[in-house]
């Protein structure tokens, strides 16, 4: 039976924040603490980020502490994973550039993610008309980037949101190619979703489709308590609850999303005085009771987010307090950094080795030579 290998990561654009947490950073934190991987590579996709903010790379610079304070302070543990700096690692960028003559322009342009990525950011596709505000070559080939990530720590598993399954798929391609032009070298990956579907794409508080830094509609892992409290109290509810005995729509309702995905039963027994009140109070025992009573009507928005404003301060402060200590050790964080890019780098060079010996580049080796 071959390793159990993990890698994932995310792009240092600011500090991380829950749709992070629910999506990603919670289950990494619950994978590490199995038992059951050999090896768990965390990356820091600053090269990757570089793609879009080329023009800004104090802003990537200044966020990699910041993201690697989150991580920390969620429960990534050294000892047990492997956090490192994607741009450290050269071989990375060797492994992409061999993998760009496996991919056709056509299939990029075909890639949903990146059809989406490009709109959100308002790239224009017809470079001839505007060369600034044309697509940046980096960008438009980051699923390969992607793939190179991947495969040069050999990953079997890869935890990401469902916005991220055509780049696994696209990784799978890459890999099978590769494989049949030359040799069965690389690892094809499996995609490892949340298994919790309101955490597969957290809304933003306002209501839109997802939480995003771009649109400042995003709860930190590090913000304190005063400012989840005062975000929770202005988030998006249903339009239509006017007042407090009209029923109210949980579907697509942003503060039932989050308690979907933050909320246990035990939370009822804790913060059960959120739902008692002057004019009605409720005795809950679980979230479908919630459920029903605001779909009848009678249950008000504030006791709702009051009690939200509770779960999210229970989840979130021990990783506030972790993370202050890190904050009062630097140096700490930074060595954890390159030791964990230390370790990455010496697996993809291997990987890169053997690429090159499949591809028959390895023209300064006994087995290789050119004579």
């Known amino acids: 039976m071959g390793r159990k290998v993990i890698l994932t990561g995310d792009r240092p654009t600011g500090r991380l924040h829950i749709g992070h947490y629910v999506g990603s950073l919670r289950r990494r934190v619950e994978l590490q603490d199995s038992g059951t991987f050999d090896d768990i590579f965390v990356m820091i996709a600053d090269a ?15 966020s990699i ?36 003559n496996l991919v056709t322009v056509q299939r990029l342009q075909r890639n949903p993610t990146v059809k989406a990525e490009i709109q959100m950011r308002g790239f224009n596709e017809d470079v001839a008309q505007d060369n600034k505000a044309g697509i940046p070559v980096g960008f438009f080939c980051y699923p390969i980037s992607q793939a ?90 249903d339009p239509n609850h006017l007042q407090v005995s009209d029923p109210g729509k949980v579907e697509g309702n942003p503060v039932f999303t989050y308690l979907d995905a933050f909320c246990r039963d035990e939370h009822f027994e804790k913060f059960g005085a ?30 709702v987010k009051n009690f939200l404003d509770a779960v999210l301060q229970d989840t979130l402060q021990p990783m506030r307090e972790r993370r202050a200590r890190f904050e009062q050790d630097l140096p700490y964080v930074v060595e ?22 499949a591809m028959r580049i390895n023209y300064f080796e006994p087995e290789g030579g050119l004579i």
């Open 274 to 303: 959120c739902f008692q009140g002057r004019k009605a109070s409720f005795e809950f025992h679980n979230l479908d009771e919630v459920k029903a009573q605001y779909r009848a009507g009678g249950l008000g928005d504030v006791m």
């Open 336 to 357: 954890v950094l390159r030791q964990g890019t230390e370790a990455a780098r010496a697996v993809a060079a291997q990987t890169l080795a053997e690429v090159k010996r």
């Open 48 to 62: 990757q980020a570089l793609t879009d903010n080329a023009d800004n790379p104090g802003k990537i610079r200044d």
């Open 148 to 237: 190179a990530d991947i495969t040069a720590f050999k990953a079997t598993v890869v935890p990401v949101g469902e916005d991220q399954e055509p780049m696994l798929e696209q990784t799978r391609e890459i890999v099978r190619k590769f494989n049949a032009t030359y040799a069965p070298v690389l690892v094809e990956p499996e995609i490892l979703l949340p298994d919790n579907a309101s955490c597969m794409r957290l809304p933003g508080t306002d209501g839109k489709a997802k939480m995003s830094k771009s649109l400042g509609n995003c709860i930190y892992l590090s913000d304190d308590a005063p400012t989840v409290s005062a975000k929770v109290r202005g988030m998006y509810t």
């Open 65 to 100: 502490l910041q993201v690697a304070l989150d991580y920390l302070a969620a429960g990534l543990d050294p000892a047990k994973t492997h956090i490192f700096i994607q741009s450290q690692i050269s071989e990375l960028t060797e492994l992409t550039f061999f993998y760009n």
